[in-house]
């Protein structure tokens, strides 16, 4: 029997159905009012001729809308494609395209931006543009969508393991966005690969505080479904509702990225007593610096997990009782996962010497969309090839390096940023740090650290250039000037944007 996932919701409703399902404002969901919910949105999409191996996009924020098109989408057997509502309109027409997409789920705003851009789109129909947060007698509202439609189960395709649940685009973040692929099978190795790893049960409360357009989102959101727990939506990231939500809601996991967890320590009301309920805080998405690990441990000890991973399908969990042992370890393979460091040659690299991270498990995505060239080159025998540096200490713990693309080579030296990262950031007047490389005549290139400092801060950033460069352990890891911003450009998933800042560092520069 395949494992497939579009029944997973009326599983719920019909064993589960009067407990909690979601949270999101003032609307709350048991497992029965939400999967009426997602039928009677699967029956409209069905009744528009939606079907299996159709693509459906959403371009919104946080909604319980965005929570019932997921798994409507999934119910008929049509790929979902999260979309960014952020994104710009060439942007967005590039990536509907890109991905064939035949229905849209949208905010009015963008719908606006497009315009009459829309004719550059191959594959939605006019009455396919449906809008989410508008006034309900709009023709192509989400509640006209929906009116009068069934909330009884759809017509349920045959379905594969191998089909496809969903496509993810990259962030962008090192190139042009790419199409991730992932099937039911590896969505629900998901939901019980994380339930297992995080400790989840039915009775767990999971909160998710960013957007659930990045594939991070889904490590939580997955196993939440998965067992049939209870999710809490907030529309967007805000410290102190964060922290109000986990003492009333009694919340057990949450899954933050890096400036999140910063913003935490930062509240005054981060304490032991509001946050009591607490099993797992997780971080994700990019490094976060042993301080901030630290100081949230030091808080709420027992609870802090770290996981690095690939939306490509590869994971390590650092597990919160390796936390002490295991300083600055972003974790292991979990079971039926295998992790290699290989060098530029391709052989395997022996414990602490850095190299290339290679992977492999059962979360593995089935390649890029249409992109198979592109596929051939990252997937490579059943070993995902990251892009990213790390090293292996003696029992098979991994510690990161940086991404091969930023490594930085000055005067023919490997120079990782997240070397001079962790040191500047270790000053008491630094809130947050970015190292990437510069070309320099002399060396080739040579690093430069960005700097965001805590408010009450007094250094200046010949000071602080000063302070670093008095502590880094080689002459070649001393950075060639520091650059002070007031904050750090992200992506969508909480990712600093590592490009914008050189960019704008050389503008200013002119």
């Known amino acids: 029997m395949p494992i497939t996932l579009e029944k997973l919701i009326e599983r719920h409703a019909r064993y589960r159905g009067d407990q909690l399902a979601v949270v999101f404002g003032d609307q709350r969901l048991t497992w029965a009012h939400?999967?009426?919910?997602?039928?009677?949105?699967?029956?409209?999409?069905?009744?528009?001729?939606?079907?299996?191996?159709?693509?459906?996009?959403?371009?919104?924020?946080?909604?319980?809308?965005?929570?019932?098109?997921?798994?409507a989408t999934v119910s008929i057997g049509a790929v979902l494609v999260p979309l960014s509502p952020l994104l710009k309109a060439k942007g967005l027409i590039n990536l509907l395209n890109n991905a064939d997409v035949c229905l849209v789920f949208l905010t009015p705003g963008l719908l606006a931006e497009l315009g009459p851009e829309r004719d550059q789109i191959g594959?939605?129909?006019?009455?396919?543009?449906?809008?989410?947060?508008?006034?309900?007698?709009?023709?192509?509202?989400?509640?006209?969508?929906?009116?009068?439609?069934?909330?009884?189960?759809?017509?349920?395709?045959?379905?594969?393991?191998?089909?496809?649940?969903?496509?993810?685009?990259?962030?962008?973040?090192?190139?042009?966005?790419?199409?991730?692929?992932?099937?039911?099978?590896?969505?629900?190795?998901?939901?019980?690969?994380?339930?297992?790893?995080?400790?989840?049960?039915?009775?767990?409360?999971?909160?998710?505080?960013?957007?659930?357009?990045?594939?991070?989102?889904?490590?939580t959101l997955m196993p939440c479904f998965f067992i049939g727990a209870h999710y809490v939506l907030h529309p967007h990231f805000d410290v102190e509702a964060m922290i109000e939500t986990v003492a009333r809601e009694k919340v057990t996991h949450i899954m933050m990225v890096p400036s999140q967890i910063i913003a935490l320590l930062q509240s005054p009301n981060?304490?032991?007593s509001n946050m009591q309920s607490m099993e797992m805080l997780l971080?994700?998405?990019?490094?976060?610096?042993?301080?901030?690990?630290?100081?949230?441990?030091?808080?709420?000890?027992?609870?802090?997990?770290?996981?690095?991973?690939l939306t490509e399908?590869?994971?390590?969990?650092?597990?919160?009782?390796?936390?002490?042992?295991?300083?600055?370890?972003?974790?292991?393979?979990?079971p039926g996962y295998e992790i290699r460091i290989v060098g530029d040659d391709g052989t395997d690299l022996a414990p602490g010497e850095i190299g290339e991270i290679v992977g492999r498990g059962p979360a593995l995505s089935s390649g890029y969309y249409k992109q198979p060239e592109l596929t051939r080159e990252t997937f490579r025998d059943g070993w995902l090839y990251s892009g990213d540096l790390g090293y292996l200490d003696e029992s098979g713990f991994l510690y990161l390096a940086g991404r091969k693309k930023e490594l930085i080579i000055t005067g023919g030296v490997n120079v990782y940023p997240q070397d001079i990262e962790e040191i500047a950031g270790a000053h008491e007047q630094v809130l947050e740090t970015a190292v990437f490389g510069v070309d320099s005549d002399k060396w080739g290139e040579t690093p430069v650290a960005a700097i965001v400092l805590r408010p009450e801060a007094t250094l200046?950033?010949?000071?602080?250039?000063?302070?670093?460069?008095?502590?880094?352990?080689?002459?070649?890891?001393?950075?060639?000037?520091?650059?002070?911003?007031?904050?750090?450009?992200?992506?969508?998933?909480?990712?600093?944007?590592?490009?914008?800042?050189?960019?704008?560092?050389?503008?200013?520069?002119?």
């Not at 699967?42 to 798994?71: C, F, H």
């Not at 993810?168 to 966005?177: I, L």
């Not at 994700?284 to 949230?296: C, F």
């Not at 602080?464 to 969508?492: C, T």
């Open 123 to 219: 594959n939605i129909k006019a009455e396919n543009y449906i809008l989410v947060g508008t006034d309900e007698s709009e023709t192509n509202s989400y509640a006209a969508f929906v009116a009068g439609r069934s909330s009884e189960p759809p017509d349920y395709p045959e379905m594969q393991q191998e089909d496809l649940f969903n496509i993810v685009y990259s962030s962008g973040t090192t190139g042009m966005p790419k199409g991730i692929m992932h099937s039911h099978l590896v969505r629900a190795n998901y939901g019980s690969h994380f339930a297992a790893s995080f400790r989840m049960t039915p009775e767990s409360v999971v909160l998710h505080t960013g957007s659930i357009v990045f594939n991070g989102a889904f490590v």
């Open 270 to 272: 981060f304490n032991a």
């Open 34 to 71: 939400f999967s009426a919910s997602v039928n009677q949105l699967a029956n409209a999409m069905q009744a528009r001729g939606i079907g299996k191996d159709d693509k459906v996009a959403t371009a919104l924020p946080n909604s319980m809308e965005l929570l019932l098109i997921y798994w």
């Open 283 to 309: 971080t994700i998405g990019a490094p976060l610096q042993q301080q901030y690990k630290e100081a949230v441990n030091a808080v709420i000890p027992g609870r802090f997990y770290e996981l690095y991973g």
């Open 460 to 510: 200046d950033a010949e000071a602080l250039k000063q302070w670093i460069n008095q502590r880094v352990e080689a002459r070649f890891q001393k950075v060639s000037d520091v650059y002070l911003v007031d904050q750090m450009p992200r992506n969508v998933a909480g990712k600093t944007l590592k490009n914008e800042l050189r960019e704008n560092y050389l503008a200013n520069q002119k």
């Open 313 to 334: 399908g590869f994971v390590t969990i650092l597990d919160r009782n390796d936390f002490d042992q295991q300083p600055g370890s972003v974790g292991c393979p979990p």
